[in-house]
């Protein structure tokens, strides 16, 4: 239930808004009626055991998974979300754990993937396309000697912030990310953190979805705790503790009476 | 300092056209009919077919592709080439009827295995085995002839010193390496091939890419079987035997690699090109056809192994 816990004026409009999303395959109910609100500018932390349905919620959003029923809100509109082209077209970028770039292609190449640059006559250009990698890489801070490099010998960290990169390219609203830094050491995943403080106060919105609460407790202004496919509750992260996080992941219940504005 | 810079020629790029150009000095120096106009005219027009049919095969082969049944495609189109041109006596019809069987073909595989997902390999052998048995139909078994003798211009002319198929093939080549380098539908193919989910999640229609890739190789292979067709002036039931293996071996050769996502169009020709002067040059000095098998087999097995332990140190 997200009543009352919101982290800007009462007033303000939840860029993405779930009503009682449920999703099921054959018998196992991904989804349980959810309802969740994320707003611009916040990172909105998504935790739970495996199979509390982090990962089904995320596809929902970003056009992989369809809901079976349930509405969704885009800056207070009523949306349909069917494709991940729909998904893009509601400037929701989303990064998947491992599946972000097309190994065998270089950096602009995966940065422009579907969305490629031609010049007047129709066909690719590249040059523009390599420019306009080079303003971005220099936008995250990102050193890469080469563009003609095969994306698959970037180090971890790269990738993700190509990825990355590739969301706010093109002018994502809200940033969706599943475990950006599980692979990652320690430095990659601090540069990685920065780049998501960056663009949060750029005001862009971001699901953060994480196996470590140390992270999430880091970086998240609120926090959304699933299992077995229901939202358990949401809290601001500066009013909770690991502990109380910890027994909502593996109690199923709020440890507090929510608070109610 | 020479040995650095050894050490940073692609071999990828260069190796099969060196080796190309050392086997043509090899065959030049041991045969004195090798480097003659007449002689390498001949070989330029018997491997513009199996150009075209390698062609197509790149581009399925770089989706992540397969398709095992163009030869027997080849064999199909053949019979409807011939079939339509002698019960209609028209030549334009019937090119053009055997071009559209081989692209309806083609769609037929791109879609059962696109839309259906079905496995590649066992698709294209099922259709493959099918148009087999519809050209063996067709006539009986036996082959149609009396097709009209201007038909052979085709196969067997020249525009001025360069044998019509050559020409045709060049410009195939050209068409076919431009919409692969350049065009954003060759860019998606290579993506395919190299990461199909993490594509169909940046929005590009995965399906519909591989589709065009077989229906492309449908298209190109009715060219490749027409122009055969038109060398024999009639309608060969068993005309493209064996195809198939050639074409996939060409791309292999020339660095395709037959998990996707790798490959050139430039790389195929140089394959098709090995393919041709190896049978040429041992025709020439008089080495039997049961070697060449050999040899050929040994050069596919070679460039395979080559390209996986390239992939791997890529990987490092």
């Avoid at chain 1, 959810?34 to 998504?46: F, K, N, P």
């Avoid at chain 1, 470590?212 to 992260?237: C, E, P, Q, W, Y």
């Amino acid at each position: 239930m997200t009543d009352g816990l919101r982290s800007k004026e009462l007033e303000t409009t939840p860029i993405i808004e779930l009503k009682d999303v449920s999703k099921h395959f054959g018998g196992i109910q991904a989804l349980r009626g959810v309802s969740l609100d994320l707003y611009e500018g916040e990172i909105l932390g998504i935790v739970g055991h495996n199979g509390a349905g982090k990962s089904t919620l995320i596809k929902v959003l970003s056009g992989a998974y369809t809901a079976d029923s349930g509405k969704i809100y885009y800056e207070g509109r009523e949306v349909e979300i069917k494709s991940p082209r729909d998904s893009k077209a509601l400037n929701i970028e989303t990064i998947y754990q491992n599946l972000a770039l097309a190994d065998n292609l270089n950096v602009p190449a995966n940065l422009f993937l579907g969305r490629e640059i031609r010049n007047r006559a129709g066909v690719l250009d590249e040059s523009r396309m390599e420019a306009e990698t080079l303003k971005m890489l220099e936008r995250l801070n990102l050193k890469i000697k080469s563009l003609k490099v095969r994306v698959v010998k970037l180090s971890g960290g790269q990738r993700q912030c190509i990825a990355i990169g590739r969301a706010v390219y093109f002018k994502a609203k809200i940033l969706i990310m599943d475990e950006p830094t599980a692979a990652l050491g320690v430095e990659e995943t601090e540069r990685v953190h920065a780049l998501m403080q960056q663009l949060k106060n750029e005001g862009i919105a971001i699901i953060l979805i994480s196996h470590d609460l140390h992270d999430v407790f880091g970086l998240s202004d609120r926090i959304a705790v699933m299992k077995n496919g229901a939202l358990v509750g949401v809290k601001k992260t500066h009013e909770t503790t690991k502990e109380e996080i910890l027994s909502m992941i593996i109690l199923g219940k709020p440890d507090e009476p929510t608070v109610r504005v | 300092m020479p040995v650095r810079w050894i050490k940073n020629i692609d071999w990828q790029k260069v190796g099969i056209p060196l080796a190309f150009f050392a086997l043509c000095i090899i065959f030049t120096l041991t045969t004195d009919r090798f480097l003659t106009v007449r002689n390498l005219t001949n070989v330029a027009r018997q491997i513009s077919i199996l150009a075209f049919l390698g062609y197509g095969m790149t581009f399925v082969i770089i989706s992540g592709g397969i398709d095992i049944s163009v030869g027997s495609s080849v064999s199909l189109i053949s019979m409807v080439t011939g079939g339509v041109m002698v019960s209609s006596g028209n030549i334009p019809l019937g090119m053009a009827m055997g071009i559209l069987c081989g692209t309806v073909i083609g769609i037929v595989n791109g879609s059962l295995i696109s839309a259906l997902d079905l496995p590649p390999f066992i698709v294209t052998m099922a259709t493959g085995t099918i148009c087999a048995g519809l050209a063996l139909l067709y006539a009986n078994g036996m082959p149609i002839v009396g097709l009209p003798d201007k038909f052979g211009v085709v196969g067997s002319g020249y525009i001025g010193p360069i044998p019509v198929p050559v020409v045709i093939a060049l410009f195939f080549f050209v068409v076919s390496a431009f919409v692969l380098k350049y065009t954003v539908y060759g860019r998606h193919v290579l993506a395919v091939g190299g990461s199909e989910e993490a594509v169909r999640l940046s929005g590009i229609n995965t399906k519909l890419v591989k589709l065009q890739a077989y229906a492309l190789t449908g298209f190109l292979t009715g060219v490749g079987g027409v122009v055969l067709t038109s060398r024999i002036i009639s309608g060969y039931p068993n005309l493209g035997l064996g195809m198939e293996l050639q074409a996939i071996a060409a791309v292999v050769i020339g660095g395709g690699a037959l998990g996707g996502g790798f490959g050139t169009m430039t790389g195929t020709l140089f394959g098709v090109l090995m393919i041709g002067v190896i049978q040429n040059g041992l025709n020439l000095m008089g080495v039997s056809s049961f070697v060449q098998m050999i040899v050929i087999g040994v050069i596919i097995l070679s460039s395979v192994t080559y390209d996986v332990f390239r992939k791997k140190r890529l990987a490092e």
